[in-house]
């Protein structure tokens, strides 16, 4: 991925600026079509930016079969009608609304990357799509799907800020840390990880995508000199003695999570 892409999206000034820029860089990374879509816990106020409006023309976007089947954990699922036979559980109509969308766009295939679960305030995240037949597709996103949530984190970070017009400040965090970081980037931690601040996991999160400490910087907005800080402050918290350690911590949490613990 190229970060300038990154600095792009952190320059965008209002929602539509953002998702046409977030539409150029999922085209350069061969997706045709895009939905981010989160709702309220209840399903009430939608916030949806997608190329494919019509698809809710019959069924709205509040019942959209994402909400309910890729919103219960972090793992990526393939999509569209090219996998629906990977997911027996879905019903009569969602299998409609699925077949009506590949009909009236194309979308055949695709990959859904939530970005906040069920059980949070707000919940949703993003459906990338293309016309490809199933192989072709999972040879396409082949060894990204870590890159893919990635950049899906930080488009959902921004929108979130853009649509706050009088921002709340959060408390500081005990380490003073809170200058620009937003908690809607990552959902509450799992239990392995509650020793660490919210910029420390978004840093170890970083660390795990194979960002440098300057890029991490530079997608946090912080100097280098910061980052190892923060860097230093995990590998004492996990009880580790460096970044490979830290990441096998963040791995092994990840598969056993605990999203009921607290900020």
Request: charged letters at 20%; one cysteine or more; proline letters at 7%.
């Amino acid at each position: 991925m190229d970060w300038t892409d990154i600095d792009s999206l952190e320059r965008c000034n209002s929602t539509d600026a953002l998702w046409a820029q977030a539409l150029q860089i999922f085209a350069t990374m061969g997706f045709d079509f895009a939905i981010y879509l989160t709702v309220e816990g209840d399903r009430s106020h939608p916030h949806i930016h997608t190329n494919l409006p019509q698809i809710y023309e019959q069924l709205p976007s509040h019942q959209d079969p994402f909400l309910d089947h890729c919103c219960n954990s972090y793992e990526p699922q393939f999509t569209g009608t090219e996998f629906l036979s990977d997911h027996p559980y879905l019903g009569a109509e969602e299998r409609a609304f699925i077949q009506e969308a590949s009909v009236k766009t194309g979308f055949r295939a695709g990959i859904a990357i939530p970005v906040r679960l069920q059980g949070s305030d707000r919940f949703g995240g993003f459906n990338l799509g293309t016309a490809q037949t199933r192989d072709s597709f999972i040879a396409h996103v082949a060894g990204t799907t870590d890159s893919l949530r990635f950049l899906c984190l930080i488009i959902h970070r921004r929108m979130e800020e853009l649509r706050q017009s009088t921002p709340t400040p959060h408390p500081a965090e005990p380490d003073a840390e809170g200058a620009g970081f937003d908690r809607s980037l990552i959902a509450p931690p799992p239990a392995a990880l509650t020793r660490l601040s919210p910029r420390e996991r978004e840093v170890l999160y970083l660390f795990s995508q194979g960002l440098t400490s300057k890029e991490c910087a530079a997608v946090c907005k912080i100097s280098p000199h910061t980052v190892s800080e923060y860097a230093n402050s995990i590998y004492r918290k996990l009880n580790v003695r460096n970044r490979v350690e830290a990441i096998r911590v963040l791995a092994a949490a990840e598969r056993t999570p605990n999203h009921d613990a607290p900020l």
